[in-house]
């Protein structure tokens, strides 16, 4: 396959949400969002299990020349991300409930899941 044969990076990372959506809804979450937006800033998946509102990032890597893709979140895009959920839970009067920031990664053909993967620095 040449080039301009293969999916877009961005074709690709939809891919990926939807095999991330699949493993939640296996898991017993319930899907609330998906590739949600404030401003510019996005987050893949927003899910709810029990009681708990759990935004989910979703990264993925063909190969092992950058690394694994949990690494690839650095501070500012947690920073982004935590700032999007605030934004959810206010435009959805969430206050009162519990919420946390997992990160999904598929990588060497494996895919990983991290709940609670970094928080809100008080």
Request: charged share 35%; aromatic share 12%; hydrophobic share 35%.
């Amino acid at each position: 396959m040449n080039r301009s044969q293969r999916p877009s990076s961005r074709a690709r990372g939809r891919e990926y949400e939807k095999l991330a959506e699949k493993f939640l809804i296996e898991q017993g979450y319930t899907i609330l969002e998906r590739s949600w937006q404030t401003g510019h800033k996005e987050i893949d998946l927003i899910a709810k299990y029990d009681t708990t509102v759990v935004f989910v990032e979703v990264k993925s890597a063909r190969s092992q020349k950058f690394g694994h893709p949990a690494e690839w979140i650095d501070r500012r895009k947690q920073q982004n991300i935590i700032t999007a959920a605030e934004q959810y839970i206010a435009e959805h009067n969430l206050t009162d409930c519990d919420f946390r920031i997992d990160v999904i990664t598929f990588y060497q053909g494996k895919l990983e899941h991290f709940p609670d993967a970094f928080r809100r620095e008080e």
